[in-house]
């Protein structure tokens, strides 16, 4: 029986392909994406990153007329972070006291105020305070 060395050599070169593809599928990509992919420092908050906006910093000091104040606790890759409990100060007419961030890191708060004046809030983040400040406006009718 004749062989044909071309074909040993192309078979061989198909079984050499068929051990790369296998090691590439098996065992190179998954870790890659695992690396890849892996959350960094997942629910380890960062202050310099967590934000702390006003959606609304202007309202008329009647103590029924609201400003609405958003913190956002994010990681330092910039995802929220649920389940932190964040707190606002700088006025005692906020409301609530203290929130739960939710599933995108937001904690929501409102404040009434009948003296016209501006506040200068802060909030804090299971008591480390975050690095920037809001001020709110009341103003009389």
């Not at 074909?7 to 599928?25: D, Q, W």
């Not at 098996?26 to 959350?39: E, G, Y």
């Not at 967590?50 to 330092?76: P, T, W």
């Amino acid at each position: 029986m004749k062989v044909n060395k071309q074909f040993i050599v192309s078979l061989t070169g198909l079984i050499v392909g068929l051990v790369l593809v296998y090691f590439f599928a098996w065992q190179l990509i998954p870790k890659s994406l695992v690396t890849f992919t892996r959350a960094s420092t997942v629910g380890k908050v960062d202050l310099s990153k967590s934000l702390l906006i006003g959606s609304k910093i202007l309202a008329v000091a009647d103590g029924e007329d609201k400003c609405v104040v958003n913190v956002f606790v994010v990681d330092r890759s910039g995802k929220g972070i649920s389940g932190k409990t964040v707190s606002l100060n700088g006025i005692n007419t906020v409301s609530p006291a203290s929130s739960v961030s939710d599933n995108l890191g937001k904690a929501t708060f409102t404040m009434t105020s009948i003296e016209a004046r501006q506040f200068e809030l802060e909030a804090s983040v299971n008591g480390a305070f975050l690095n920037n400040k809001l001020t709110v406006t009341f103003r009389k009718k």
